[in-house]
């Protein structure tokens, strides 16, 4: 936001707003605000609450509470979104050609300003002590999260599966602690009072970043106080990558707990996620390397003004700022459907998957990459199927038999006002594997399975069903055992 202050001066933003606004009130506007109908949204009563700001390129209706610029209201009138960058690519070439007023960017790199290459830091590593007791911190809260069927619930709300929480040691930290710089390796400071700094690690969810079982960096989404995402004093800073730093493809995020979504559904493709932090955020040297040599890079910044401008730029003269569409001629810009949100991690709530989108989003020369890849392990696993239909003819041992009794215990059972009894496919028409899974599902969420008289039930929570069904297509890749089953346990209900 703000973007137009860079080469505009005050009394060209304010004529350009002028131009693009309808129904302006002269008597409400000065050369310092702009008043004006909304063009975010359709007004009963038009005008009045509308005000474009020239001194700070910014636009805010206090009715319908929507904040852009100068070229967000460019866009708008051309009808457009707010951050299409087609339409700032547009606004650059209409109006960076005149300069009045402040001087002029291309003036500046004719002095000279401009000259210098974007500048990346290098990789700071947490010290080994750093590590090691953040590995041990993070496994408590791994324990402790995994002890918590609704904070289980929660990560599942946001498409992150158990298997994902134990493998990447997500965990949940109940309350604000804090530990003395110096017990975690790191340098002695003293703060105001004479005593020693402390490291603070804030309740809420806690994501460590690992690699090769080393803790390199921390963060912990806070249930309260900004920045949402906590890092944690002593880690490495920068984005975090999940997965193998040397792979192929990485998927561009700017939260955490997307990029953890993103490795989930996508690692079966050899994909890697990096969390950003934040849209204005910069890889490190060592990153830059490692993206520089991928074959791609899935650019899935947020939906928004801030995702777009750190994207794009379209000034050609202007080499010392940073968008991530100029820096790696390998990356493709592909965020999510605004009709599904901002972020990855909305699409858990709509019937678009992460797979769909990121299969969607693939240049022609991946996809067909992908999919020789995929044909050469389908051959292996072509394989394996026949050896375990072979085992599978084998005569079972009565005993051997895994089926779950009344007397199965719960995490957490459901109050009985809560509960409703759903009739499943009789047990010899669902595979033992996806009964399983099945049941590893309801368990920790308060739900329970039994057999009675040869018929199997679930006692589940209301309004759970359809959770339920969008589970199953995702965790078990859209089996075609389980969605039948899936589809029979609707329609008994």
Not at 167 to 180: D, M
Not at 384 to 402: I, L, R
């Amino acid at each position: 936001m703000g973007y137009a202050l860079e080469f505009l001066g005050h009394h060209e933003r304010e004529v350009i707003a002028r131009s693009l606004l309808q129904g302006i009130d002269e008597q409400h506007s000065t050369q310092d605000k702009v008043s004006a109908h909304c063009p975010m949204h359709t007004e009963g009563t038009p005008g009045g609450a509308f005000i474009y700001y020239p001194e700070w390129d910014m636009a805010k209706c206090y009715s319908c509470g929507g904040i852009t610029d100068l070229i967000g209201l460019y866009n708008l009138a051309h009808g457009r979104e707010t951050g299409d960058p087609d339409g700032m690519r547009e606004f650059i070439n209409e109006y960076a050609q005149g300069q009045t007023g402040m001087r002029s960017a291309k003036n500046r790199a004719r002095d000279g300003e401009f000259e210098r290459k974007v500048n990346l830091k290098p990789e700071e590593k947490a010290p080994q002590q750093w590590s090691d007791h953040a590995l041990k911190f993070a496994k408590q809260c791994n324990e402790i999260l995994l002890k918590s069927p609704e904070l289980l619930e929660q990560l599942w709300n946001w498409g992150i599966q158990i298997e994902t929480v134990k493998e990447q040691l997500i965990g949940w930290n109940p309350e604000r602690a804090f530990r003395p710089y110096s017990s975690w390796g790191l340098e002695t400071e003293k703060n105001e009072n004479g005593r020693e700094r402390c490291i603070m690690l804030p309740a809420g969810f806690v994501f460590p970043c690992l690699q090769d079982g080393v803790v390199t960096r921390m963060q912990i989404r806070r249930e309260d106080g900004q920045p949402k995402y906590y890092q944690i004093k002593g880690g490495g800073k920068g984005p975090v990558i999940i997965g193998n730093p040397d792979s192929k493809i990485f998927v561009l995020v700017e939260t955490i707990r997307d990029a953890e979504l993103a490795f989930q559904e996508l690692k079966k493709y050899g994909a890697a996620s990096m969390a950003l932090g934040g849209a204005s955020v910069r890889p490190t040297e060592e990153q830059h390397a490692l993206l520089n040599k991928a074959d791609l890079i899935l650019n899935a910044l947020d939906a928004d003004q801030a995702g777009a401008t750190n994207s794009h730029h379209f000034e050609p003269w202007n080499n010392a700022r940073f968008a991530w569409m100029n820096m790696y001629p390998n990356a493709v810009r592909w965020p999510v459907p605004q009709s599904c949100g901002k972020d990855l991690g909305d699409l858990t709530n709509t019937p678009l998957s992460v797979e769909a989108w990121f299969l969607a989003g693939l240049p022609d020369h991946m996809k067909k990459k992908i999919s020789i890849d995929t044909a050469t392990q389908g051959d292996a696993q072509e394989q394996t199927a026949h050896q375990e239909e072979d085992v599978a003819k084998q005569p079972v041992p009565q005993q051997s038999a895994d089926v779950v009794t009344k007397e199965t215990p719960v995490l957490k059972p459901v109050p009985s006002s809560a509960r409703i009894v759903r009739p499943l496919p009789p047990p010899e028409k669902i595979p033992i594997e996806v009964y399983k899974k099945l049941h590893g599902y309801a368990q920790p969420r308060g739900a329970q399975l039994v057999l009675e008289k040869g018929k199997l039930e679930i006692k589940w929570r209301q309004n759970e069903d359809r959770k339920l069904i969008n589970w199953g297509k995702r965790s078990l890749d859209g089996q075609p055992t389980m969605v039948e089953l899936l589809k029979k346990y609707m329609e008994a209900a």
